[in-house]
RNA sequence: GGUGAGGUAGCGAAGCGGUCAAACGCAUCUGACUGUAAAUCAGACGGCUCCGGCCUUCGCAGGUUCAAAUCCUGCCCUCACCA
């Protein structure tokens, strides 16, 4: 039996229904195949209680999530609760956003092996500016059901002595016996009070918004403990949460343990959010095919059952991966667009001609240029690619430049350097794999 | 405040008087290959070049030497331990 990717993907990148009339349990199920699998499984504490009792009572549940400014992008890994949250909304419940601006003075030492470094106010303040547009290529933010807040708005008023009646509460022990925090002071290295607060600062944020539902990744489960107990302490119901796993990165790449490596800005397997559709699309082709089936369970819609018989008809030979990455790029491509499939045409479109089936000599992108007149072919190859005399050389002699010649490119010489531009008029050179240049002879006028 | 360790190219990290524009790893770039911008293999990776070289780099500022990333002096910064 073939498996209808077609219908999949018509499922996948259709306008989202609305939820609201599913049952509590339905809901429940649709966030808990999503949360969190592998060994540290955590049963969403209390939630399928909480969604029974919004329903008796016709009040939506209110979701926080938390997001520190502690860098200018996000990734896609950190779009996994955004993609989940837009589900939940359209269940009918609320979302509190909040940029960590004030957290983000103290950093997150969740998993850290060492102190982060702290940020200054102008910097978070930046940050926060640039994730509200990330999020909102995924959420949107103007609905009536979201509400944006920075944390600094209640934690920049505390006072001391507030604070003092807040932390009196919090046992060091229940703190310090992080593993993490251990492994750092058994280590002999830093850890600064600050730091050890950071979970106490999130938890006032719970208190303060009264939050329901916290969600978030699966590094944030000892946090979200603290976050209860604060509430705990506060006299208040302790929130429920949700995590979720992390993304694994686009290399497929394995720890010692053997794990899939997590996304990170650092380790060079990430895809921003902010990046333009193309590489978007480019990128998760490009991801091994073991990833790809966690990326789909973690950035679209694909329910649980779905993905399996997708993924066992790729095993049996009915669907070649090939389709089902291209399926999956292009839903990816549209989440992070805000929705427009054009996006993933354009993109998929792009793609093929300089690698696909519909390999073209010219592609669209193509960029022109206009030559300037009494300039070396170097100085155009230059301005052109903003690499240095010496890097053009370079590729010169990797063969990486290349110029169209009738049917076929035919690698630059490197004495072509020192020729006049105008040698280039009209033609069309190719740098590297993905760039292409047009040359345009200079204007008459 | 005391003691100790250290600041090297985008990052990590060797080097500790000449053969150092500086090993190695990561990232990046190029070529080959591929369903893939993955993996793998090969190459490049400060700037400039009349391709013989020239110029600017090893926290900062001086100094010793024919010669310094390497030795000396001062300064700045980071980290750890003790207090």
Not at 229 to 240: D, I, N
Request: aromatic share 6%; hydrophobic share 40%.
């Amino acid at each position: 039996m073939a498996f209808d990717l077609a219908a999949l993907e018509e499922r996948l990148l259709a306008p989202l229904p609305d939820l609201s009339g599913l049952s509590p349990q339905e809901q429940f199920d649709l966030i808990r195949e999503k949360a969190g699998s592998g060994e540290s499984i955590v049963t969403p504490s209390g939630l399928l209680e909480r969604l029974k009792e919004s329903r008796a009572q016709g009040r939506p549940l209110r979701f926080k999530l938390g997001i520190d400014a502690t860098a200018a992008s996000i990734h896609l890994g950190h779009a996994i609760p955004l993609v989940n949250l837009r589900r939940i909304l359209r269940m009918g419940h609320r979302l509190d956003l909040i940029f960590g601006d004030f957290t983000a003075m103290v950093g997150d030492p969740s998993g850290r092996v060492e102190e982060r470094p702290a940020l200054d106010e102008a910097q978070v303040r930046a940050n926060a500016g640039v994730f509200t547009g990330q999020a909102a290529r995924v959420l949107d933010l103007a609905s009536p059901q979201v509400t944006v807040h920075y944390n600094s708005s209640w934690l920049g008023k505390l006072s001391l002595s507030d604070w003092l009646k807040v932390t009196r509460g919090i046992g060091m022990g229940s703190l310090l016996q992080r593993e993490d925090f251990r492994r750092r002071l058994d280590a002999g290295a830093a850890l600064s009070l600050a730091e050890a607060e950071y979970p106490l600062l999130m938890g006032y944020d719970s208190v303060t918004l009264r939050t329901d539902v916290e969600v978030g990744g699966i590094d944030q489960f000892l946090n979200f403990h603290i976050c209860r107990g604060m509430m705990e302490a506060a006299g208040q119901r302790p929130e429920s949460f949700v995590c979720f796993d992390l993304l694994p990165g686009t290399t497929g790449e394995r720890d010692a343990q053997g794990r899939l490596k997590k996304m990170s800005k650092t380790g060079a397997n990430h895809i921003p959010v902010a990046a333009d559709p193309a590489e978007h699309y480019a990128k998760v082709l490009s991801v091994p095919d073991e990833v790809m089936w966690i990326w789909y369970r973690e950035l679209t819609e694909i329910r649980s059952g779905e993905l399996a018989e997708l993924r066992a008809a790729a095993e049996r030979g009915d669907v070649h991966p090939k389709d089902a990455k291209r399926l999956l790029a292009r839903v990816v491509t549209t989440l992070f667009a805000r929705g427009e499939r054009s996006a993933a045409r354009d993109a998929e479109e792009a793609f093929d001609q300089k690698f696909g089936a519909r390999k073209v000599l010219v592609p669209d992108d193509t960029r022109s240029l206009r030559l300037e007149a009494g300039v070396k072919v170097l100085d155009a190859l230059r301005a052109a690619t903003g690499e240095s005399a010496s890097q053009v050389r370079r590729l010169i002699q990797q063969k990486g430049i290349q110029v169209l010649e009738g049917e076929a490119y035919v690698p630059m010489e490197e004495a072509a350097l020192l020729r006049p531009s105008e040698d280039l008029a009209g033609k069309v050179v190719k740098v590297g794999k993905r760039q292409y240049l047009r040359f345009e002879s200079k204007s008459i006028n």
